[in-house]
């Protein structure tokens, strides 16, 4: 049963650099599913009653996306599970907590823009925790680069190679129609304004297209020969990326992508089991088939203001998922019990009964779990997922409480935020455990912070920036060191990791150089 499931299950994500359409292509994606009736429902952009908590007033005030959504929609006969991803790059940390919970996942560029520097992270990322990747070249009907100059450049900078599955017919900003590479035939479209409804799709076969477009058509076979045919074990090994063309705004090309990720994005399989590779088992993963099991990739607080409910996002790795079923805990290996189980969906919630591999789940009252902790039935074997990796923070500052008479909330606040993700929490032994450090991708990350001690735990804090930019592990023989430089911190994470902050590469460097320190980056997308 849960192998049936899981074999029809995609469970994607959708990244890209701010402004390229991810939130365009959502609401075109819904639509082509119909799942949602109108476009703009997903991000609850008109009517926003029902759930609206002091999170979303926040979001509203800065304009911008802090939670994160599954949206489930049924093609066909198959699941997608699209995961949505902040769209601030300030919280690309949670962005790329997203991608350890997905199996494939689509890269909007922008066509004018082309390959922007969220866009080479986020590529890095994925090929780090080996994410496959779909392209998808938004915006063709405005004038942008050329074809080929983007595919050169993603050959050139990210050494992935492009193989198209689409290509356009006409430059960009003058979109006559899409060539089906595999076919060579040419979907022509009557965009629907305002991206209003489907455009509607002529099909033309090439003789006929070849008649109608001449040599707009020639030059884009002659685009398409210069690359290679789409092929999915080099997509799935992370050399390739399946491309497509595409107008999110006017719905052109969002067929073709979702026909790539039934087509090409695998179904979930088998996930590493830490504790299998403790014991040196042979094959150390956990099958799609054995019982129950998943992860906490996200935790989300306060999304309902009458209860301050804690929501943790568990992505379904094994077996069939029923709500109400009381699973095990495994840090604390204590009992959990899913009574209430949601499904999230933009702004709308709704109670989930059963779940498979590849699917979201969001269980309430969840404060006792933590970002990357593993959950499974008890009647099944035990399993650890790996943990969930840590990303590099660039932004780091003093926490204190703002009245001492509130410092056991302000402790209890700290640690929550923590456990959520929200934050990195860093102990500086000099400066000692009521003075934190809180470190974060982007400075948005304090503000959050910021409210939620403010709101939620009563506890104001003030946050004394530290001028310092970069982060590496140390080994504890040189700590001393380093402690005595100028320009520097040593914090220890709660990991037991002792990392070293300074203020820039320069001062590292030269640092580096004066005592020979054994310093090891952390990379984005976790090591
Ligand atoms: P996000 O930040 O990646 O979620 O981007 P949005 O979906 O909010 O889109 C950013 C802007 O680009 C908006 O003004 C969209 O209307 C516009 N946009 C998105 N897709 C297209 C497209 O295919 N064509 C054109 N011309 N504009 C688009």
Request: aromatic share 6%; glycine share 8%.
């Amino acid at each position: 049963m849960s192998l049936h499931e899981a074999a029809r299950r995609r469970s994607i994500a959708v990244i890209s650099h701010p402004d390229a359409g991810k939130s365009t292509l959502t609401e075109a994606l819904a639509l082509h599913t119909r799942a949602i009736a109108t476009a703009g429902a997903v991000h609850g952009k008109g009517d926003r009653a029902g759930v609206v908590s002091d999170w979303m007033e926040m979001e509203q005030k800065r304009g911008i996306s802090i939670t994160s959504a599954a949206l489930q929609l049924a093609y066909g006969d198959v699941i997608i599970n699209l995961l949505d991803t902040p769209g601030h790059a300030d919280f690309s940390e949670d962005t790329y907590r997203v991608l350890t919970a997905v199996d494939a996942a689509v890269m909007l560029l922008d066509a004018a823009k082309g390959l922007e520097p969220q866009t080479l992270k986020l590529f890095e990322v994925c090929r780090r925790r080996g994410v496959p990747v779909i392209t998808l070249v938004n915006k063709w009907d405005r004038p942008g680069l050329e074809a080929l100059e983007l595919c050169d450049e993603l050959s050139e900078r990210i050494d992935l190679q492009p193989t198209p599955l689409t290509w356009p017919v006409g430059e960009a900003g003058r979109l006559l129609g899409l060539v089906d590479v595999a076919s060579g035939d040419v979907h022509t479209y009557e965009r629907a304004p305002g991206g209003a409804g489907l455009a509607r799709e002529e099909r033309l076969a090439g003789a006929e297209a070849g008649k109608r477009f001449g040599a707009d058509y020639d030059d884009a076979l002659d685009g398409v020969g210069l690359l290679d045919a789409v092929d999915q074990e080099s997509f799935l090994a992370g050399r390739t990326t399946p491309l497509l063309f595409g107008a999110a705004l006017s719905n052109i090309g969002v067929r073709q992508l979702l026909d790539a990720i039934v087509d090409l994005a695998p179904a979930p399989s088998a996930r590493p089991d830490v504790r299998r590779t403790e014991v040196g088992a042979d094959a150390p993963t956990r099958p799609v088939d054995s019982p129950f099991s998943g992860f906490v990739f996200k935790m989300q607080a306060g999304m309902d203001p009458r209860h301050r409910d804690h929501v943790a996002f568990v992505r379904v790795c094994s077996g069939r998922f029923e709500r109400g079923m009381t699973v095990t805990h495994e840090r604390s290996g204590r009992p959990f019990a899913t009574k209430y189980a949601l499904q999230v969906f933009g702004r709308e919630r709704e109670t989930v009964e059963e779940a498979f591999p590849g699917d979201v789940v969001g269980l309430v009252n969840a404060s006792a779990l933590a970002v990357g902790d593993s959950l499974y039935a008890p009647d099944g074997p035990a399993v650890r997922f790996p943990p969930m990796p840590a990303f590099a923070p660039e932004h780091f500052a003093l926490a204190r409480v703002k009245d001492p008479g509130q410092s056991k909330k302000f402790r209890k606040g700290i640690a929550q935020l923590q456990q959520e993700g929200v934050v990195q929490i860093l102990i500086s032994e000099a400066r000692g455990d009521a003075t934190p450090i809180l470190a974060a991708v982007g400075p948005l990350q304090f503000e959050v912070a910021t409210y939620r001690m403010d709101h939620e735990f009563s506890a104001p804090m003030v946050l004394e920036h530290l001028d310092l930019s970069v982060a590496r592990t140390v080994a504890e023989d040189d700590a001393p060191t380093l402690t005595a430089a100028l320009g520097t911190e040593i914090a220890r994470r709660d990991d037991g990791t002792l990392l070293a902050l300074f203020r820039d590469v320069w001062r590292l460097r030269s640092l580096q150089r004066e005592y020979s320190l054994d310093l090891r980056p952390l990379v984005a997308g976790g090591e």
